[in-house]
């Protein structure tokens, strides 16, 4: 793979740039790739089982089916007992795996907790388990490319700060840790700030340039909204699809509270709209 492109566009009178790693590949792209990236670059018979566990419309799930299919893996994946309700509405993301060969197991509820926790017990030494909010280890050395794509392409750019959402903070982290000469700004899109810097402490401890800026109202993670939708709109109206879980509370506070120049790192996850824009459409925000 070559160096995922810069798109520029204007926002709100503002100019931004893009750094495109929703290009990189239909399923396996944004920060999912940079986050298997190590996985990816391993042989292919070190390993022929992957295991991953959480929800059905998981980016992170997808993005490892595709990766499983490319390298010849099997893929389970557990998540808790499905309702009915959300058997009868699984999403684009969970057709899109299964399609691509993944092996899906539903674990009682009562279970799920002391299942999980046997998964890492229980591993031989051809299978690989990928903890929920990708693999941490390997999130580290891709995320230290996306600094070194990001260093040489800066040169057309010249900026001082990039930006990119936050789940878990495992992204936002490496990528501030991998780039001390930029800021960092990133959001908290499950949870609030503090749950964030408490994740991102479990993993290393989160350096001065990583900026955590603090939507002005409380969203709930994967609820519609109405002013995510416009920006949604008015992204999409610059020529670049965003995801519609993450992008809008990023764009809304960089636009809220900051005001130099940024690339944004997309960080893909558009194959999750489709059930999203249904979800938007029976809101009446469409
Ligand atoms: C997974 C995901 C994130 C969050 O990444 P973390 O490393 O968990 O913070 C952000 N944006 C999109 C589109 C994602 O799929």
Redesign the pocket.
Known sequence: MQNSPISKIILEGREFFVKRDDLIDPFLA???YR?LYTLLKTPNNTYNTIISYGGTQ???MLAIAAMCEKKNWQFIYYTKKLSATQKNTLDGNYAQALSLGMKHIEIENEYYRNFIASLHVELDTKTFLIDQ??AVEA?KQGLEVLAKEIRQQNKITDLKAVA?????????LFLALALPEYTVY?TP?VGNATYLREQMQALAEIPQNLIILQPKRKYHFAKPYKEFYTIYKNLYATGIEF?L???PAMWQTLLEQTNEKIMYIH????S?NGSMLTRYAKKGFI
């Open positions: 944004g920060n999912k986050k998981s980016n992170a909010g990708g999130a990119t959402p936050s789940g878990t903070g495992t992204t936002a990133t899109c995801d879980l993450y992008a960080s893909g996850g558009v999750g």
